[in-house]
């Protein structure tokens, strides 16, 4: 039994935290694809080719249903591997509806026409690649009317992350956080759309203020999968073991990652 988890790096850990201690009896598969990271500076086909190496990978392992911790690939790439590259037997799901329905007060599978929510002004924070492709602003349309979504390109702030280089993240959250506020004074809410943010949540908090509520996408996403394998417990796959896979150097992202969620944390080579 065995559920995967994918990101480009370390980003997705902060959905892979969330889901171990929602769903403390499913082992968790971690796939990063570290020497590929950032992919949010990358096009849609290298993205879409990354992707789907890497769910192959977690499919092998074990798992038939995969989570795309990333946004990136969920907004560059998942789409088009639902509709022709997903085996009929397995799942890969995304990290937006799910942040979507929490931000508009919708129930899973509410298919409804889109109505008015509370919500008015919506910042969001993501990659260039997720920004690029409006897939946010896609699937908030379904859902709700009458949202001002300003976007914010958050250049640098995977790689400084990845490197480790926490003082520069830091540094270009705040310089982020002031180049939506000249475009949005007043954001409501803000959205960290990017897997690798709630890692400088707190960073993101102080620079918007207190009044802005901001979501961050792990116990989002984690409550959704625990609803998702509760009407689908045989898409928990065969394999048994927890495991956390890199294409990077193993030592390396072993190291960052235990820095990041404060446990021991040992990663093997895909
Ligand atoms: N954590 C990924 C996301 O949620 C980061 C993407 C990247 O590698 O640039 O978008």
Redesign the pocket.
Known sequence: MAVGIF??????LTVLEAARKRLPDVPFVYFG?SAH??????DADDIYDLTTRAVERLFDAGCDLVIL???????AALRRMQESWVPREKRVLG?FVPLIEALTERQWGDNSPPREVAVKHVALF?????VASRAFQRELAFRAIGVDVEAQACGGV??AI?EGDMILAEALVRSHVDALRRKMPSPQAAVL?????PLLQDVFQEALGAQVNVYS?ANIVAESLADYLERHPGMIGPGTAEAYLTTGDPARVSNRATQFLRREIRFTAA
């Open positions: 990101d480009s790096g370390l980003g997705g694809d990271a950032p992919y949010g500076v990358r911790a990333c946004n990136t690939a969920s907004a990290v993501a990659t260039p690649a997720t995977v790689d990845e759309g990017c897997t690798h943010y996408q």
